[in-house]
């Protein structure tokens, strides 16, 4: 008796969803790139759930013909190619043929669709792989698809799946990325019905601005090179707003969203003599070379790919960014004590003052300025009271620069002490670093570094002491982060 059987359509066709269909994320980049293959101008993502109740998308694109509406949810069904050769030269962003038949498997698929000389619309209903009969609607030019309870049918798959907050978040960075790969269209991104993102389709700058904000987009670098058929052109992020992971990196290869370790590895080399240990750079690439230079069948995901020529890509890549960032003038500006606080006079210090009752002031009632309290920063009263050097006896218990070295743990500090005392404060640094002269040796104080190192000892004595060492913040402190950094700090909110 035979042992080996041919699946069911119904089953080989769950198993092949699994390969296409990973996550809500999955369903909404496949149905997009249908719709950006589809010529569309505009297109409209709206989720619900994170995408596990509802995921809908919407263009304006070409439409589908009514006796094509059901091949279109057949497996391996495309009208992007039709022979093997076709797949060395493939332009489209879709051309498997299976991302509707895989997602129309494991969901409850509703499409209207109308192209532009139809005189009506046509809808179909998908229940789990079981279709429903056609039918006429009133509709625009264009499709529309909603998918609804993901998973409904396979519940082992649906146990697996991420809180919806994990999941809203991987299909909002996703999101993001298609704003920036598509500037010529007009995205609408809604989330649990208000609208997230609604893009002007102007250009990849304006995208980075709605999408990073102002700071980031007023610190990008543009990049345009071209070399023999290839062009690549974005924006790379100046040093000073690095990342500290590359969750920040879009890349972008004929219109498609890739991702690249090759890619990403030359790029931080380039970067390497500006940036520090752990950050990352931003940056906004996109190439378009030949598409039989270039291999996008290596996954069912179609994120990754295979390039012909190596060694070619890594100079396009390494020349292109480090000439970008070498026309930059990178150079920061040292300043003076002079420099810091001539503009600042003793009478321009203002200090608020409260009642007694009323919580805390910068001051007590009657208290001269001379006596006010030192913090540890050359920004403190003395420092706008003298600009010019100054002799710092570091036995002084009041002494800003005392406190700083007393905290720095890079050296030994009983000899550093001895060495540096009585030094002649010279000047600041790019507001960071004191420079401070004694005898024949100069000596660079990291302020900050020193400062959090003498904060954290006096947390790590009080801790073991069992005080209480935390407090709110009198203010708040607002911050931006992207879709992946709010997912994490919201799973971690407690602690």
């Given amino acids: ?27 909404v980049k496949e149905l997009v790139e249908n719709s950006i293959d589809a010529g569309a101008s505009k297109i409209s993502i709206e989720i619900k759930n994170g995408g596990i109740k509802k995921i809908c998308i919407q263009d304006d694109g070409c439409g589908i013909e009514k006796d ?16 093997a050769d076709d797949l060395d030269k493939i332009f489209t962003l879709g051309f498997r043929g299976e991302a509707l038949a ?6 409850q698929v509703e499409m209207v669709t109308k192209t532009e000389d139809a005189e009506i619309g046509t809808g179909i209903k998908i229940n789990g792989g079981e279709f429903g009969k056609l039918y006429c609607i009133g509709a625009n030019k264009g499709t529309q698809i909603t998918v609804n309870n993901l998973f409904y049918n396979t519940p082992v798959r649906r146990k697996f799946l991420r809180k919806e907050k994990t999941e809203e978040g991987e299909i909002t960075s996703l999101v993001e990325k298609l704003i920036l790969s598509n500037p010529n269209i007009r995205f609408k ?9 609604n893009t002007t389709a102007s250009s990849t700058l304006d995208d980075i601005y709605a999408i990073y904000g102002k700071e980031i987009a007023e610190n990008v670098i543009p990049v345009n090179e071209a ?35 090759f890619v990403s590895n030359v790029i931080q080399e380039v970067y390497e003599n500006f940036l520090m240990k752990n950050k990352y750079p931003l940056y906004v690439l996109s190439l378009t070379l030949p598409p039989e230079s270039l291999d996008v069948n290596v996954h069912p995901s179609k994120l990754e790919v295979k390039f012909e020529n190596l060694a070619f890509i890594h100079r396009l890549f390494s020349g292109a960014v480090y000439s970008a960032l070498m026309e930059q003038d990178l150079t920061r500006k040292a300043t003076t004590l002079d420099d810091e606080f001539k503009e600042l006079k003793k009478e321009d210090v203002v200090f608020y003052e409260l009642p007694k009752d009323e919580g805390v002031s910068f001051k007590e009632q009657d208290t001269p300025i001379g006596e006010l309290p030192r913090e ?3 920004s403190s009263v003395e420092a706008f009271e003298k600009v010019e050097p100054k002799k710092i006896d570091l036995k002084s218990s009041e002494s800003d620069l005392t406190n700083m070295m007393l905290g720095m743990k890079s050296v030994h500090q009983e000899s550093f002490k001895e060495a540096v005392s009585k030094a002649e404060i010279k000047g600041v640094i790019f507001k960071t670093y004191i420079l401070a002269e004694k005898d024949d040796s100069l000596y660079i104080i990291d302020q ?3 400062h959090e190192r003498k904060i954290y000892e006096e947390y790590k004595e009080r801790l073991e002491k069992g005080e209480n060492v935390s407090q709110a913040l009198l203010s708040p402190y607002g911050f931006s982060v992207n879709a992946y950094e709010f997912d994490f700090i919201s799973s971690h909110i407690d602690a």
Avoid at 2 to 27: F, M, T, Y
Avoid at 102 to 107: D, R, T, W
Avoid at 189 to 195: E, F, G, H, P, Q
Avoid at 227 to 241: A, M, N, Q, S, T
């Fill in 448 to 450: 900050h570094a020193a």
């Fill in 102 to 107: 895989s997602i129309a498997s494991v969901s």
């Fill in 1 to 27: 008796m035979s042992k080996i059987h041919i699946l069911d359509k119904s089953v080989s066709n769950r198993i092949a969803a699994g390969e296409v269909v990973e996550k809500p994320a999955s369903v």
């Fill in 68 to 83: 094509d509406v059901i091949n279109a949810f057949m497996p391996h069904a495309t009208s992007k190619i039709e022979t």
């Fill in 189 to 197: 991104y809604i989330v649990d019905d208000k609208i997230k993102y």
């Fill in 376 to 378: 540890i920063s050359l």
């Fill in 227 to 261: 070399k023999e058929d290839y062009v690549l052109k974005g924006y790379i992020g100046r040093p000073e707003i690095s990342k500290p992971n590359r969750s920040y990196q879009t890349l972008i290869i004929n219109g498609r969203i890739v991702r690249s370790a």
